[in-house]
């Protein structure tokens, strides 16, 4: 069974997907399932995200103009849809599998990154 990214500190999946799916945002802190602790996504997630909108640049530029052409608006329309709910689903996925999470803070006890 497939586990999101694991939690920098417990080392367990930081939360379900279902909770991945309505909760995680670039920006956003969010609390590990397991152990309590504030984290934000790696940085990495902005590469996702470039990468997801080149996608669907490509899409757009290609397959919905040829699917207006060759089928009508209303496919088109339908054709629009779908691809945006895969895509979701599809980014989302690849967000909660591959994207790791950093601690907002330092660990209790530990000293602070500058030294002091």
Do not use: H, Q
Not at 34 to 61: T, Y
Not at 75 to 84: G, K, M, S, T
């Amino acid at each position: 069974m497939l586990s999101g990214t694991l939690c920098p500190r417990c080392g367990k999946p930081v939360m379900p997907f279902g909770r991945f799916f309505r909760e995680a945002e670039p920006l956003k802190v969010s609390r590990c399932s397991n152990c309590g602790v504030e984290l934000m996504r790696s940085k990495s997630v902005w590469l996702l995200l470039a990468v997801g909108a080149v996608v669907v640049a490509l899409v757009v530029g290609f397959a919905i103009p040829l699917a207006y052409a060759r089928l009508g608006a209303l496919v088109a329309a339908l054709f629009i849809i779908i691809i945006a709910a895969v895509f979701l689903l599809g980014l989302k996925l690849c967000g909660w599998l591959f994207v790791g999470w950093k601690l907002v803070a330092p660990p209790e006890g530990g000293s602070a990154p500058d030294g002091s």
